[in-house]
């Protein structure tokens, strides 16, 4: 077993050999769940007891029952999350991609626990509490960098907007009785254009969210790509594109259409109007993700989605 640094780390004689002195983990939860409140409260008195430090934002202390000796701070506040050597994140979804603003933000590992549904960003379930404080205090973990999107918007040629997402920027329609008319861009050359509810710009990470809704391909994390996935559209080809990591994908609203509104990761919205570009490329900056266990994705794949995988035999030995 690798630490996050890549040194090599003995999982019989971790707990010992790892220093917990100076040692700071952030921790955001979902508070308005009870289980995020009751999981927030195992987790935190776990790392106390273990002499890590552990910070949180004041606003959601409100709604914990926390020790004295844990760091309060305001979301305001430049560089929350420095000296911090891990982001735990306890909560669905939501709560895991606003966890994954700071970890960009601050080059900061994410380990994800999962309180939602799916949570394919999670690396861990509400019932692994106590192994998950292991791991941390005894930094029994690894680290993978997930790839990001820049986002561009452009209109009358200038740039009036940028952003970035790590599962997918979606370009939808506003007017639920129109649809958007829109055409699509690959490497500075057209592909199609077409009527549609909207476009789905995505990394690998995110082919399992939104893109998958829409009908996308399921795409291994490991595989660097990039996706567009059209979304209801009116026309003969509009299937999804699977693309090279440095390619540059264009959605160009049509001018005569009404205006449309793109969304990076369902949390940031910007309108656009006719005649609106956006741009989007392989992002500069990933996210860093703590791993626990190697296990495939394909069993990930399995779990999260209950699939039917009774009668397989395997291949023969």
Same mark, same amino acid.
């Given at each position: %077993?690798?630490?996050?640094?890549?040194?090599?780390?003995?999982?019989?004689?971790?707990?010992?050999?790892?220093?917990? &002195?100076?040692? /700071?983990?952030?921790l955001l939860a979902h508070t308005g769940r009870p289980a995020a409140i009751r999981?927030?409260?195992? *987790? *935190?008195?776990?790392?106390?007891?273990?002499?890590?430090?552990?910070?949180?934002?004041?606003?959601?202390?409100?709604d914990l029952p926390l020790p004295s000796e844990v760091e309060l701070v305001t979301e305001s506040t430049p560089g929350v999350l420095d000296g911090c050597e891990l982001l735990i994140v306890l909560g669905g979804d939501g709560t895991l991609l606003r966890g994954a603003e700071l970890a960009r933000a601050s080059g900061v590992p994410m380990l994800g626990v999962n309180l939602g549904r799916v949570g394919f960003l999670a690396e861990a379930e509400r019932?692994?509490?106590?192994?998950v404080v292991d791991r941390v205090v005894t930094r029994a973990y690894e680290v993978e960098e997930r790839? /990001?999107?820049?986002v561009i918007v452009r209109t009358n040629g200038d740039v009036v907007h940028r952003d970035w997402a790590l599962n997918e920027a979606a370009v939808q329609k506003v007017s639920? &009785?129109? %649809?958007? &008319?829109?055409? @699509?861009?690959?490497d500075g050359r057209p592909v199609s254009g077409f009527g549609c509810d909207g476009i789905v710009c995505a990394t690998p990470t995110g082919s399992t969210a939104y893109a998958f809704s829409a009908g996308g391909p399921v795409v291994w994390p490991e595989v660097e790509a990039l996706l567009m996935v059209p979304?209801?559209?009116?026309? @003969?080809?509009?299937?999804? @594109? *699977?693309?090279?990591? =440095?390619?540059?994908?264009? *959605?160009?609203?049509? =001018?005569?259409?009404?205006h449309?509104? @793109?969304?990076?990761?369902?949390?940031? %919205?910007? &309108?656009l109007p006719a005649g609106a570009r956006v741009e989007v490329r392989r992002g500069a900056v990933p996210v860093r993700l703590a791993r626990l266990h190697h296990a495939s994705f394909t069993d990930r794949l399995v779990a999260k989605f209950a699939l039917p995988v009774s009668g397989w035999r395997g291949a023969p030995h």
């Open positions: %077993m690798t630490d996050s640094s890549g040194s090599s780390v003995s999982s019989k004689s971790a707990v010992s050999a790892v220093s917990a &002195e100076g040692r /700071t983990v952030f999981s927030a409260e195992l *987790v *935190v008195k776990g790392l106390l007891r273990c002499g890590l430090g552990v910070r949180v934002f004041a606003h959601e202390a409100v019932d692994d509490l106590d192994r790839m /990001t999107l820049d639920p &009785e129109r %649809m958007l &008319e829109v055409v @699509l861009e690959i979304i209801s559209a009116h026309a @003969l080809f509009a299937k999804p @594109l *699977v693309t090279s990591p =440095t390619s540059v994908l264009a *959605v160009e609203v049509q =001018t005569g259409t009404p449309g509104v @793109l969304w990076c990761d369902g949390r940031r %919205m910007l &309108e």
